[in-house]
């Protein structure tokens, strides 16, 4: 049985998307397994559009999960995620929770490879020249909204903001991704890690390259039989280990990655030399694809109460 523990504070927004009688009817449905928003339309005796609201309502809490499949062209499939909520109605009163967020434009990263194919986006045009690694070492790089390689990672130094003092007890880290094939390719697996201070966290397998329909924030300059949008994903590194999405993916704890070590938390994302999947990657920025953020890092801490 898949549970969902939750404080108080984490709590607020699942409420607030289970707080509507058609989206609980939703989470009831996909026990049943998953389905793609026309059978939920059906079910529900709503429009298509009404149904696709309160699928994307459900997604953005992190109560399902969209994937795209192939069948007759493509479909995106919803399944729940979880079986079971717990929300934990007191908190330890001697702990005092508190956390830091920091959002880094996929833009600046600090380091990188690219192998062809290859390329960056500004929301107004091409950086440079496409399938050229050296247009990712431009000056403009900074201005980056898509960014893609079939081979290769980028890295980025964020901020360390961590007060000096605490016990570290989480870091959370979102990103819009999918893989990357000539144009789009929905069935197009590819094998995407995420290392963090040197220490691997594990690796996500993409299903495909998601193009063919234009991502709500995509500019209109950029043609649909090109890479549209992605899917967002989210790490979470705890003392119980690294997940994904709320399913552990490596025994790598909060503690392996000595936070405090150093005056920047390196992240790197990439496609791995000996990946089973080498599909390449497309890495969104907050004015592309289907979500309005660019690098999301958030880190929870607690101070010990010793009196």
Not at 300 to 307: D, G
């Amino acid at each position: 049985m898949r549970t969902l523990q939750l404080t108080l504070q984490d709590a607020i927004e699942i409420c607030k998307a289970l707080g509507h009688e058609q989206r609980m009817k939703i989470i009831e449905i996909l026990a049943e397994g998953p389905r793609n928003v026309n059978e939920l339309s059906e079910k529900l005796e709503v429009p298509f559009s009404t149904a696709a609201v309160y699928v994307k309502k459900l997604e953005d809490s992190g109560l399902i999960s969209t994937e795209m499949v192939p069948g007759r062209g493509s479909q995106k499939i919803n399944s729940r995620l979880y079986d079971r909520i717990i929300i934990n109605l007191e908190e330890p009163k001697q702990i005092n929770e508190d956390s830091v967020t920091v959002e880094m434009p996929i833009g600046e990263y600090v380091s990188c490879e690219a192998e062809p194919s290859c390329g960056l986006l500004s929301d107004s045009g091409i950086i440079h020249i496409l399938d050229d690694p050296r247009s990712f070492y431009e000056p403009e790089h900074k201005d980056a909204q898509l960014i893609w390689f079939r081979s290769g990672f980028v890295e980025y130094r964020f901020p360390n903001r961590i007060p000096y003092g605490v016990q570290i007890d989480e870091l959370n880290f979102s990103a819009e991704l999918c893989s990357e094939a000539p144009y789009h390719k929905m069935d197009w697996p590819s094998d995407i890690s995420l290392v963090i201070n040197e220490k691997e966290i594990g690796t996500w397998t993409s299903p495909g390259d998601f193009g063919g329909e234009r991502g709500f924030l995509t500019p209109s300059w950029w043609e649909t039989h090109n890479t549209q949008f992605g899917l967002l994903k989210k790490w979470k590194i705890s003392k119980a280990g690294s997940f994904i999405d709320g399913v552990k993916i490596s025994d790598t704890t909060i503690d392996d990655l000595k936070l405090l070590g150093q005056p920047y938390i390196s992240l790197k994302l990439g496609i791995k030399k000996d990946a089973q999947n080498a599909g390449g990657m497309n890495l969104f920025g907050s004015r592309f694809g289907n979500y309005e953020q660019d690098l999301l890092m958030n880190i929870k801490y607690s101070l010990v109460n010793n009196e």
